[in-house]
């Protein structure tokens, strides 16, 4: 019974390289949520997606960043020409369905670090 | 700005004794949500209580709203050391899109 996988959970880009940020939510979860969030710092939304689909991306950054939920295989989230401002842990969450308030289940996160 | 702030910031108590965090908020909400996130780790959903719910308990926390005052809190009783960890509140804006918003959290560490 696994639970939402993020891979992988350290990854070191130089500016200027691209990040690849991936996230399998539970298995028969359709939605998906990307969350970055700075030492000493609370969540916060970036994306919401459901297979195919984006929903909400409102708290992503015009620029460099863009996420994707295939049919098919995890959730991405891209970030291209990185800096050393996009250093933080990403957090992804899953949950069954949408359309009202549900528990969110969280994925261990991926630590980013730009040097 | 925040939608929920967590008050205290940080927290220091004895095992045995009981921790009270408190959340603000702004607007109306659906919902309201307490996770838990240990150092280094995902966050853990701990309780979820309603608009219309005033209370509401699991095992030792107990989750109170007050939606005149847009705030809540999160008591654990009898914490232990595995209790360390950060606590946050999350609230998602009625007629909104079921998004929650974070807080800073508080930082409870209990010694043994």
């Known amino acids: 019974n696994a639970g939402v996988m993020q891979n992988p959970r350290h990854l070191v880009r130089r500016r200027g390289q691209e990040a690849r940020l991936r996230c399998s939510p539970v298995?028969?979860?359709?939605?998906v949520y990307w969350y970055r969030q700075l030492p000493e710092e609370g969540l916060k939304f970036m994306v919401y997606l459901q297979k195919e689909n984006i929903i909400d991306e409102s708290g992503m950054p015009k620029e460099r960043f863009s996420a994707e939920f295939p049919k098919e295989g995890p959730s991405i989230l891209r970030i291209q020409q990185v800096v050393r401002g996009d250093s933080a842990a990403y957090f992804c969450a899953s949950t069954r369905t949408g359309g009202q308030t549900y528990e969110q289940y969280f994925g261990p996160g991926t630590r980013l670090t730009v040097t | 700005s925040q939608q929920g702030e967590e008050d205290p910031q940080a927290l220091s108590i004895q095992e045995g004794e009981n921790a009270t965090m408190n959340c603000s908020y702004k607007?109306?909400?659906?919902?309201l949500q307490w996770y838990r996130q240990n150092s280094g780790r995902g966050l853990v959903h701990l309780i979820l209580i309603r608009s219309n719910e005033r209370e509401k308990h699991s095992g030792r926390l107990r989750v109170t709203l007050d939606t005149s005052k847009k705030s809540s809190s999160l008591l654990i009783t009898a914490s232990r050391a595995a209790d360390t960890a950060s606590y946050f509140c999350?609230?998602?804006?009625?007629?909104?899109?079921?998004?929650?918003?974070f807080g800073r959290g508080t930082s409870l560490i209990v010694h043994p």
């Open positions: 607007t109306s909400i659906n919902n």
């Open positions: 298995k028969g979860h359709s939605h």
């Open positions: 999350a609230t998602d804006i009625s007629g909104g899109s079921y998004i929650p918003t």
